[in-house]
């Protein structure tokens, strides 16, 4: 006989209802994946009736990343939404934020649940989470994206659960769930390998706080990405040549190193050309979200594994997914996005981070958010949560945008997200420039040393079409004839000096017995 609570069925307008103008509610689910469809949607019809009738009705609104589009651009067409963290690629959204509509706090995704459960970002009112099933005494299975919702449930003082019908229950043997404890009550994570499983298969909440539950029967619509343009392949084939150099050389082991991979049409395009490498060996992966390219290479055989926060998939290869769920079981794990994206975790598998740029300068720094230094474009993301803890951190974008009309290769970047000290090498379809080991001064080509002076106080230099002495960003037209300076770099970088470098704060005991063993059976 079971035990606990049993839960009030609401319809999704109900639930809405019940959600007071200047509440904090926080979605579960990662992407689309796992996002609340049914409340957050019945919430803007709410916003737009009560703003019909000369009333205010906004929400502030926290996810996991960015949200489905039943959530973020419903909300933001009904202009629902006052403030709004940590992550958003939905367009209604981004022009009210960079309409000054909406306060966005773009924040890196490994941080949200501590500052949530630290109580940094003010007390969660609602929690409005997506599950296959939640159990009298408050086991909730979670769909598609695990995200931040195991914190939002023990955090939030009132909780909607929307049981979605679409969803395989058998999604719970890939989740692997663990709320870590507030410092300073904290141990190690004992991850040491992708695929390692530490947790439980559900979240946990109070019962008594669940005030509701609406039932759905609706996927979780993520978008199909563009086949890859001429630009990603040539980036792809770069990227690819360069990790099979490295493992020849033996700066990464032979066996890989566990990738995380970025979101966009690049990164695909970049898992796509390895695994179409015969010599690429078969590899593991420790990322944020899985798309549909890694579930193929999965599939193949090619990946052996993945680690991650979110299925992010179409409707297609989510129910491909579903049909063959017992083959993929114990190679796809989900966690919460603290540990998904654990600066730790990545530092201690050695992961390697490929992730994509707006524009990069000539020093390494790299702008993922801001285009223009101004107009927000989706947020930092993960790519922080990675890229400053890889074992190899590489960033990529073709050196154009809006078709050729602007350089992605800038003397200084306009806004800044990863700095020169931790961005090791950076790819465009032109070619590679590796990073490492190199001083400033060796970055920047010969040719254009004067363009170190808008770093330095008091010595502006006036780029044709603009200033860049800082005052206000370069003019895109000032900066186009600087794009193709990549693959000079790249020569620099084939100087024995950087490798030399590296090998010794890095060729530890165990490097060192890796190549003697390596040399001896060749
Ligand atoms: N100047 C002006 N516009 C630029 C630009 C630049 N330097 N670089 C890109 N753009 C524009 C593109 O033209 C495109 O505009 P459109 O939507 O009007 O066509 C838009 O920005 C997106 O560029 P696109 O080439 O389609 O990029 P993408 O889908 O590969 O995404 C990022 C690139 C950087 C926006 C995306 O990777 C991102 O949001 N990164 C930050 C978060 C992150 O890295 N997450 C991964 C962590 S696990």
Redesign the pocket.
């Known amino acids: 006989m079971p035990i606990g609570k049993t839960f009030t069925t609401l319809t999704a307008e109900e639930a809405a209802s019940l959600i007071p103008n200047g509440a904090m509610v926080a979605v579960g689910g990662f992407t689309p994946a796992g996002t609340p469809k049914a409340v957050p949607r019945a919430l803007a019809r709410r916003a737009r009736e009560l703003h019909q009738a000369g009333e205010a009705f906004q929400v502030k609104l926290l996810s996991g990343a960015s949200t489905g589009a039943a959530c973020d651009d419903e909300l933001g067409r009904a202009e629902a939404v006052s403030w709004r963290a940590p992550y958003i690629t939905s367009a209604p959204m981004r022009e009210l934020a960079n309409t000054g509509k909406l306060d966005f706090v773009d924040m890196h995704l490994s941080h949200v649940a501590q500052a949530v459960m630290e109580g940094f970002l003010g007390s969660i009112d609602f929690a409005v989470v997506e599950a296959t099933e939640i159990t009298r005494d408050g086991r909730v299975y979670l769909t598609t994206g695990i995200g931040n919702a195991p914190t939002f449930l023990q955090c939030a003082e009132k909780v909607i659960i929307e049981l979605n019908a679409y969803h395989s229950p058998r999604l719970r043997e890939m989740a692997d769930i663990l709320v870590l404890p507030p410092p300073p009550h904290r141990s190690s994570i004992p991850i040491h390998d992708p695929l390692d499983r530490i947790g439980r298969r559900y979240a946990e909440v109070d019962p008594t706080k669940v005030i509701g539950v609406v039932h759905t029967d609706e996927p979780d619509g993520g978008r199909r990405f563009a086949a890859p343009d001429e630009a990603s392949l040539r980036i792809a084939d770069h990227v690819a040549e360069f990790f099979l150099r490295e493992i020849r050389s033996r700066r990464i082991p032979p066996e890989f190193l566990p990738l995380?991979s970025?979101?966009?049409?690049?990164c695909n395009a970049v898992l796509s050309g390895l695994a179409s490498r015969q010599e690429f060996p078969r590899f593991k992966v420790y990322?944020?979200v899985l798309q549909d390219a890694m579930l193929d290479l999965i599939a193949s055989g090619e990946a052996i594994g993945a680690s991650a926060t979110a299925l992010t998939l179409t409707t297609e290869k989510l129910k491909f997914l579903y049909e063959n769920l017992g083959d993929f079981a114990d190679r796809i794990v989900l966690r919460p996005q603290e540990i998904s994206n654990n600066p730790g975790i990545a530092r201690l598998l050695g992961v390697i981070a490929t992730?994509?740029?707006?524009?990069v300068d000539l020093y390494g720094h790299v702008n993922?958010?801001h285009?223009?230094g101004t107009q927000l474009?989706?947020?930092?993301?993960?790519?922080g949560d990675?890229e400053r803890n890889a074992y190899l951190s590489v960033f990529m974008?073709?050196s154009t945008?809006?078709g050729g009309r602007?350089s992605?290769i800038v003397p200084m970047c306009s806004h800044m997200d990863h700095s020169e000290h931790s961005v090791q090498v950076v790819v465009t379809e032109q070619g590679l420039a590796d990073l490492r080991g190199l001083s400033p001064t060796a970055r920047v080509p010969a040719d254009h040393r004067e363009l170190r002076a808008p770093g330095l106080p008091g010595r502006p230099v006036s780029l044709p079409g603009g200033r860049a002495d800082g005052a206000h960003p370069p003019r895109p037209a000032a900066l186009l004839r600087h794009a193709p300076q990549l693959p000079r770099a790249r020569r620099h970088a084939a100087r024995p000096g950087p490798v030399a470098v590296r090998a010794a704060p890095c060729g530890g005991d165990a490097i060192r017995a890796r190549r003697r063993a390596q040399e001896s059976t060749e």
Do not use: D, R
């Not at 970025?262 to 690049?266: L, Q």
């Not at 992730?355 to 524009?359: H, K, L, Q, R, S």
């Open positions: 995380q970025g979101v966009g049409n690049v990322t944020e992730n994509t740029a707006i524009e993922s958010t285009i223009m474009m989706n947020g930092l993301g993960g790519s990675f974008c073709p945008a809006k602007i992605t």
